[in-house]
């Protein structure tokens, strides 16, 4: 089993930043790909980055591309969103996610890929 706890969120203007964390527990963090996924309030939630075990893939949603960065220390089992420049359409609640399966078999993008799931941190930007 896997417990991830975020941290991070809070209220910031537009145009600000951010850095949201994700804490893992259990041994084997370092061999899991990540992802963070963001749902706003009577929407669906959507996929905003993903990144390999190694770090040296990552992915992103079009909608974040340029301003959100992920990335991961897995001495320190934790995996990172540091956002930039955000918009008022950034609002929402962010939640990391562990894949289990190889690298190669996950499509970071899809929900279904990933077997655990933190509880959420709330980010709000206001305008």
């Known amino acids: 089993q896997v417990q991830l706890v975020e941290s991070g969120g809070g209220l910031v203007q537009a145009g600000g930043s951010l850095r949201l964390s994700c804490a893992a527990s259990?041994?084997?963090?370092?061999?899991?790909?990540m992802g963070w996924f963001r749902q706003a309030s009577g929407k669906e939630r959507e996929f905003v980055a993903g990144?390999?075990?190694?770090?040296?893939?990552?992915y992103y949603a079009d909608s974040v591309k340029g301003r959100f960065t992920i990335s991961r220390d897995n001495a320190k089992n934790t995996v990172y969103l540091q956002m930039n420049s955000l918009k008022p359409e950034d609002t929402a609640v962010y939640y990391c996610?562990?894949?289990?399966?190889?690298?190669?078999?996950?499509?970071?993008?899809?929900?279904?890929?990933?077997?655990?799931w933190g509880q959420g941190t709330q980010v709000t930007v206001s305008s």
């Open positions: 990144i390999s075990w190694n770090s040296s893939n990552t």
């Open positions: 259990g041994r084997t963090f370092s061999s899991y790909g």
């Open positions: 996610a562990a894949a289990t399966s190889p690298h190669d078999l996950i499509d970071y993008g899809l929900e279904n890929d990933y077997d655990f």
